[in-house]
Each structure stands twice: as C-alpha cells, then as structure tokens.
C-alpha cells in the first residue's frame, strides 16, 4: 500500500465520523472490518503512477514495479484519476478505475415503438406490449437452477462444524455460488432492460410494491431483488438514452382493466390467470392485459427524457367510459 491509499482510508474514516456526528440515525459508527468480508483499497494517479497497458493485460499499480496481469473488460480513453482493488467474499480480485474522459455518453438508438407497457409477473418475468405486439420473456432457466444449487449449498454450510477446515470450503462454495447468481441476474437484467430501451420511446411499469404484496408464497428471492433491480436499470438508463421512463400510481388497476371496453373487474382473484370481459366478452390473459393497459398509458405521453411518477387515477387509460352501461343491466338482472 502506498501513502495515497492510506490517505484515502483516513479520508473515508473522517466521512465516516463526520456523518456520523451529524445525523446519528442515518449513519451508524464506522466499524472495523472482518478480513473474511470485502476488502478493498483506493490509490489516486500520480505521475502515471497508474497505467494501463491495454496490449498485454497489464495494469501498473504504485509501489509495483512489475504490472498486474489482468482481464480488461473495455479499451477506455482519457485520464486515470484513481483505482480500487478488491478483494471479494469468493477470493477473487477486481481493479474499477475512474477514468476521466471526454464523451461519456453512450450511442443512442433510434426507437422503433412510440411506448411499451411492462408488466412484472410471478409465472413469467415480464410481459411487454408496444407498438407491434405483446411477448413475455421467462425466467432464466440457470437461474431457478442456480437458485436451488444455492439452497443445497446453504444447507451443507449449516451443518459444518464451525472453524473447521471443512466449514471453510462449504463457505468458501456458497460465496462463489452467491457471486455467480448475481453476476448471471445482473447480466440478464441489463440486457433485457437495455433491449427494452432500446426499442421504445415511452417506458410505462406498474408500483411494484402493490406486486410484492400478491406475491406472498408463489415465489420469493428471485422475483424479490429481480424487480427492484429492474426498474432501477430501466430508469438510470431511460435518462442515460433520452427516453421516458412512467411508474403509474398504486391505485391504477392495471390487471383489472378490460383494455378492449374499459369495463373494471372487481371480482378478479389473484390466482385467475385468465378471465372473460362480462361487458365485451374479450377472453384476457391477465399479464398481457395489464402490460396492454401500461401501453395504452405510455400512448399518451411522448415527450423526451423524463422519469416521472404519473398520477393515473380509477380511470380507463384509453379515454373509454369507467363504467359501461352492461355492468348496470347486470347488477339489475341479479336483484330480479
Ligand atoms: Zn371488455
């Protein structure tokens, strides 16, 4: 470790105790560090103190004077300001170098759908309707395996002696197993919600926090930080590329829509996959309706590059009548 790194570590503690001092609630007392968790450094560029060498795989580090042999993920321009090493749970050691450069922007595709509604599902991940259809992208199947991998794994960890040599490599398992599946995740969420961007203007989601309360026992962990992860993707980079990312309100009945008439089902349970408009007769899958009620939502809007939260109230998106006049003819046929 060199002097610079040193001093951004006192720099972090100074944070640390500053913040602390300020607001007790929010920031806890820094602690000390298990060698077994994270660890991490942060050197700053001095005199090309640090280079990298993009020809031979090389990263130069102060205080080294052979480079480090490493895999480089991108080529960059422009000036090195510092680098973090770390070390993670799984015993590997990743170099993220902040690069000072000219043009960050990323290109920027023209889309070829005016909005797409996107709904988040428990059987699928998601359902997706724009300008030229609906389709609904599964969960990744190595996912659910991994997942169930992890499980066996936790379960072995848990019945090791603790401090055993044999406890260590069940950890040492699990913690590979833990990186994998949220590096596999990460991957599959940037790429489809990149993909998503890429083809629409206008990006409408439901609240997912009206979602997470219908999940309850149908699934858990994957949905859980799947979702979460996925709509913040979708709104850093609807900004990132120009586009407009909607979160309708809570009390908008995506699934209960009927997006043929407007016609509101009050009766739809939480397990009815599929249901029959009583005022059009239009057979609905409920994911697709829904993602089709977001669209209608997301068609109304076009302007470029905002995030906002739309106060979308009880009312049919398409301009449609909230209640049609069959729903009255019903109730009245009942009483008789
Ligand atoms: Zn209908």
């Not at 005022?279 to 997301?298: M, P, Q, T, W």
Request: hydrophobic residues 30%; glycine residues 6%; aromatic residues 8%.
């Amino acid at each position: 470790m060199d002097g610079l790194a040193l001093c951004n570590v006192q720099l972090q503690v100074e944070k640390a105790f500053r913040d602390h001092f300020r607001n007790r609630k929010q920031f806890k007392l820094p602690k000390f560090k298990k060698k077994r968790d994270k660890q991490s450094y942060t050197t700053n560029n001095t005199h090309n103190s640090i280079r990298v060498d993009f020809k031979r795989g090389l990263l130069y580090l102060p205080k080294l004077r052979e480079g480090v042999k490493v895999e480089l993920h991108r080529r960059f321009d422009g000036k090195v300001k510092s680098v973090t090493v770390s070390k993670t749970k799984d015993g590997k050691y990743y170099a993220s170098i902040l690069v000072k450069t000219e043009n960050p922007r990323n290109k920027v595709v023209e889309p070829r759908s005016k909005a797409c509604g996107v709904d988040l599902g428990l059987e699928h991940f998601v359902t997706v309707t724009n300008d030229f259809g609906s389709y609904k992208v599964e969960h990744p199947k190595y996912l659910l395996k991994a997942e169930k991998q992890l499980r066996r794994l936790q379960r072995s960890f848990s019945r090791k002696q603790k401090g055993s040599k044999n406890s260590e490599k069940a950890r040492l398992r699990l913690a590979r197993q833990h990186a994998y599946i949220s590096h596999a995740r990460n991957d599959f969420l940037h790429k489809l919600s990149k993909a998503i961007i890429d083809e629409n203007q206008v990006v409408v989601v439901e609240d997912i926090n009206v979602k997470s309360l219908l999940r309850t026992r149908l699934a858990k962990s994957i949905t859980d930080s799947g979702w979460s992860k996925f709509l913040t993707y979708l709104k850093y980079k609807t900004e990132w590329y120009g586009r407009t990312f909607i979160q309708v309100s809570r009390f908008f009945p995506s699934s209960k829509l009927c997006h043929r008439c407007g016609y509101k089902n009050e009766d739809l349970a939480l397990n009815d996959r599929t249901w029959c408009c009583p005022a059009c007769g239009e057979k609905h899958d409920r994911d697709v309706n829904a993602s089709i009620n977001l669209y209608f939502v997301g068609l109304g809007r076009s302007e470029r590059g905002t995030v906002e939260q739309a106060l979308v109230d009880d009312r049919s998106p398409n301009g449609l009548p909230k209640k049609p006049s069959c729903d009255e003819t019903g109730s009245s046929t009942a009483k008789g």
